[in-house]
């Protein structure tokens, strides 16, 4: 029962935010949007592997 | 019912059926998504591309979610809360869902600045706005069965705005057993059918060709064989 206590205290911690201005993102929430801008930008310029052999 | 007497039909099996609500969907069907084009063998040469790999990157994290979720749901909390594997498998079916949604919004930014409603795609188009918009509904109720105290929290901070824009009477947010069941059974259905109609859509139109590669569309417009011989009357 002390260890659920103790785990349940653990999750509620806000965890880490940043802020400019008026905005403010989770640490999570920009870590993913910034993965998911890197995986658009490598989609376009990474070459297709075995691509020239297609028809 | 088998046809016994009578002659043969001279028409082509595709033909037939003209008086029967079966035959014109047979019909129809094999008009819109001839088997050809239901299960190709090949692409055109522009989707051996990473641009084209994240919807079906987007359907593979969706079978995670479903496998994943289908055994959450069968052991329930009590189970994924406090045993070693239930751990595991909440952290999969949370990972399927984190992946799910960055395939599907790197699909949608992709697919947004290639303009992939071109060519009678429009259907294709609207039906993956629809799967996105009844996935993030299917995750918020996710978030609402963590049965912890950020699924409280998020709970009680949205039956607010539920009950302010009229819908909290049917769905309550604060009610486990009813965000319970459309998480695990209407939602996922919907979420299902959006996406298969959405593939099989991709497959009657083709994929979208690149910007530069709209004037040589004709593999997708005609499958083999059926193209027209002045290849001037193609769009």
Known sequence: MHELLRQAGRAITPGTYFGWGEVTIQSGNLVIIIAMLALFVLALLLPFPGGRSRK | ?235
Do not use: C
């Open chain 2, 1 to 235: 019912m088998n046809r016994h007497t009578g002659p043969a039909p001279e028409t082509p099996d595709l033909e037939t059926g003209l008086y029967t609500w079966t035959g014109k969907s047979r019909r129809w069907l094999l008009k819109q998504l001839p088997p050809e084009k239901l299960l190709p063998e090949d692409q055109p040469s522009y989707v051996a591309s990473w641009a084209y790999v994240f919807g079906m990157g987007a359907v593979a994290a969706l079978i995670f979610i479903i496998g994943s979720g289908v055994v959450l749901s069968l052991n329930g909390p009590q189970w994924y809360h406090v045993s070693g594997l239930g751990h595991f498998l909440n952290s999969a079916h949370l990972w399927s869902v984190e992946l799910f949604f960055m395939f599907m919004v790197v699909h949608l930014w992709l697919k947004f600045w290639m303009a992939a409603w071109r060519g009678g795609r429009v259907l294709t188009w609207i039906t993956g706005m629809v799967a996105f918009l009844v996935s993030i509904v299917t995750a918020f109720t996710g978030y609402l069965l963590q049965t912890n105290f950020d699924s409280q929290w998020i709970a009680f901070e949205a039956k607010d705005a539920l009950n302010a824009v009229g819908v909290g009477a049917w769905f309550n947010v604060a009610n486990l057993g009813q965000v319970f069941m459309w998480h695990i059974m209407l939602l996922p259905l919907a979420v299902g059918a959006v996406v298969a109609l959405h593939v099989v859509l991709v497959r009657a139109h083709g994929v979208v060709p690149p910007l530069d590669a709209a004037e040589t569309d004709a593999q997708l417009k005609y499958p083999s064989g059926s193209a027209p011989e002045n290849e001037a009357d193609q769009p």
